[in-house]
């Protein structure tokens, strides 16, 4: 079945630090991607997403390319701020599917 | 803004009390909502889907008289925890599903932070 695997935690920061968080899956077909962010006390937003191989999906500074050779959609930005501070999770859906496969999530903690 | 609405945000009763919590669409008809559960620093975990007008399907190891589920409507499913007990305080996250709003396959509320004493 398809699964998320995607980088443990707690990660913690400066702020202006370069970010990465690590996602692989395994998956049959060509699924879409996303990135959510969970701020504490809150349900899930969606970041950014990318449907289909070699698309960068970007937002509020985060980007994460969708490499079907390497099956992973890492999220990345440059310089991360306080307010960065939040659990990420990594997850796709299947072709044409509703539901949503999670990774374990990856709590960050950027201090100023 | 908001496309997903749940309520109560937050909940604290007594032990063998019946608690309702409440996932509205706003401003789209939702075919399927999902009820996650979410403990402290881990994944969701999905509970139940459930499609307007009919039984909702629960996930492996979910007790479907515990975790009882209603979407009587397009806009508007709810998950009644029944006889709650402190083993059910957790953090429950609804979600919403439309073919009108496909930027992503999900819409999501934010949660109820259910405390059982």
């Given at each position: 079945g398809?699964s998320?695997?995607?980088?443990e935690?707690?990660v ?13 899956y395994t998956a049959?077909?060509?699924p879409?991607l996303f990135?959510?962010v ?7 937003q969606?970041?950014?997403k990318?449907?289909?191989a ?6 509020k500074?985060?980007?994460a390319?969708?490499r079907?050779?390497t099956?992973s959609?890492h ?10 501070s939040a ?8 072709q044409?599917?509703?539901?949503l ?7 960050l903690?950027?201090?100023? | ?8 945000s937050?909940?604290i009763c ?12 706003l ?8 009820w ?5 620093k881990?994944?969701l975990?999905?509970?139940a ?7 909702a ?7 479907k008289?515990?975790?009882l589920?209603n979407?009587a409507?397009l806009t508007l499913s709810t ?6 007990h402190?083993e059910?305080?957790s ?7 439309s073919?009108?709003?496909?930027e ?5 509320g ?8």
């Amino acid at each position: 079945g398809n699964s998320v695997t995607q980088m443990e935690g707690p990660v913690t920061l400066s702020e202006e630090a370069f970010l990465t968080i690590n996602c692989t899956y395994t998956a049959t077909g060509y699924p879409s991607l996303f990135w959510y962010v969970q701020y504490p006390g809150e349900g899930l937003q969606l970041l950014l997403k990318a449907t289909k191989a070699d698309d960068k999906g970007s937002n509020k500074g985060f980007e994460a390319t969708y490499r079907k050779e390497t099956t992973s959609f890492h999220l990345e930005k440059g310089s991360v701020q306080v307010s960065d501070s939040a659990v990420y999770f990594c997850a796709l859906s299947g072709q044409g599917a509703q539901k949503l496969v999670f990774g374990q999530g990856t709590r960050l903690t950027i201090n100023p | 803004g908001a496309v997903v609405s749940q309520h109560p945000s937050r909940v604290i009763c007594k032990s063998g009390t019946s608690v309702k919590i409440e996932c509205r669409s706003l401003d789209f008809q939702a075919t399927t909502m999902f009820w996650y559960r979410q403990f402290p620093k881990q994944s969701l975990m999905l509970m139940a889907t459930s499609n307007e007008g009919s039984k909702a399907t629960y996930e492996q190891g979910v007790e479907k008289d515990k975790f009882l589920i209603n979407h009587a409507s397009l806009t508007l499913s709810t998950l009644t925890v029944t006889s709650a007990h402190p083993e059910d305080s957790s953090f429950y996250i609804c979600s919403a599903h439309s073919a009108d709003r496909l930027e992503q396959p999900q819409h999501f509320g934010d949660g109820t932070r259910l405390s059982i004493l």
